[in-house]
């Protein structure tokens, strides 16, 4: 079974599918003019929820907000959302903030309880707030039965070091937790994980920066197959820390 | 074999052993007062070479630089370089910049080129920028028989998700180019890889931040010892998906010893 993704389409404004985009961008990433089908059905439909971690908050998050089934903080995330939106915060209160609370600051979750915002304390130190928070999502996914698509998550991959592995973490945890995919997205970089089996990323949208990469994290991967990438890879080469080839792959046009 | 490294010395004003700065600041984070020996041997001895990748530059590089052995640019670290030490550009000339080229200004070039810097080319695609100057280096320290205790590196660990992927890997690497342990260090950040086998960690400079941890990195550590920190592991597992050890602390021992069946990343806070 092959699972297909459009790693950027949450960010892509609403009502505009990547078709769009592309003819009004003619010097955008993709020389595919033909329209594609599975894409003019996604068109303005993608169901996503957001999370938002305790790093500086990029400026995407608005166009992220609205469109947005669920919105939630990650303890600091809070802080992050809170002074981002100073003169518009009504604008952006999130459906429930979770933590350990240790990074809160006090005025930020009176300001948003006072709000209407639920706080949910998630105080077990085996786990961190990100991990957490996708739990309380998806209990409350199932609890509204909601459609979604994917998780979509600002931060956590910048800062302190074991704070950027616990988000990678938290992505082989997600597996557990939800089964949604779950993206991370910070500053220019996104990063996903695929689990064993085909994938098809769909990367013309025009979104799509120059660079890419596939990462072994956790494990060799001994069999890895791709298209789409400038420099591909086939059977019998093995991706992994202790031997790594290509460290410098680039998107070729259209899909991967 | 057990191998000991104390990761944050080499930002040591040079001259001060770890046990001078304790008495001078008593806040600091380790109790143990009694002098080490091992230390006092190394008080102001360590040698070290310095690498600098294409980040911001930290502030700590101008303490790191004089005491080097060897300092080196790769690529684009060579922008960061120049930037930072405008108006005294002459004091932080390093012994060699090398890479493809396609990040550092040609103003910054012609710059060190003139001053008597030598620039290396190393095009091979397959290969990033640190990796190829981590092999120029060893290759000048052997030629020159230098004693290096440690490869000190700064950036790799913030910008491009790839970027940061490509620097933990080049760890990995770094043990077919060089025997010299290989450290990365950027903002409040420091990660070093632990080959298999004994470690014992000297975190008792002063110089530690609250957190660390031991992530499993390449592949699943399947028996993972420590002491010294407050969340110990006992013949643990270590792997994405079933733990990493992230957000750990020390127990105020001043070491933490660890010992692991694969590589493993450890990973530290430096007080800012």
């Known amino acids: 079974m092959e699972h297909a993704i459009t790693p950027l389409e949450p960010l892509l404004p609403a009502g505009e ?27 303005g439909n993608l169901k996503y929820c957001l999370v938002i971690l305790n790093q500086p908050l990029d400026k995407c998050f608005r166009r992220l907000w609205h469109k947005a089934l669920l919105r939630a903080c990650a303890d600091g995330g809070a802080n992050r959302l809170y002074d981002a939106t100073e003169g518009e915060r009504e604008s952006f209160l999130p459906e429930f903030i979770s933590g350990d609370f240790d990074s809160i600051r006090p005025e930020v979750s009176e300001y948003y309880a006072i709000k209407g915002c639920e706080l949910i ?11 957490k928070c996708l739990e309380v999502l998806q209990k409350k996914i199932a609890e509204e039965d909601l459609q979604v698509d ?13 704070q ?34 085909k994938h098809k990323l769909c990367v013309d949208t025009g979104l799509e920066g120059e660079w890419c990469g596939l990462i072994p994290v956790g494990q060799p991967c001994k069999r890895v197959t791709t298209t789409g990438l400038k420099w591909n890879l086939s059977a019998g080469r093995a991706p992994q820390f202790i031997i790594c080839h290509q460290e410098r792959w680039r998107t070729s046009k259209g899909e991967a």
């Open 121 to 131: 304390s998630t105080p077990d130190q085996d786990h961190t707030d990100f991990t």
């Open 150 to 162: 994917v998780i979509v998550t600002l931060g956590g991959l910048a800062g302190r070091f074991d």
């Open 164 to 197: 950027i592995m616990a988000s990678v973490s938290t992505l082989f945890q997600a597996t557990r937790i939800t089964p949604l995919p779950v993206t991370i997205i910070q500053e220019e970089s996104l990063i996903y994980l695929l689990q064993p089996g």
């Open 17 to 43: 599918a990547p078709q769009d985009l592309k003819s009004a961008h003619p010097s955008g990433g993709s020389h595919h003019n033909e329209p594609n089908p599975s894409r003019k059905s996604r068109e």
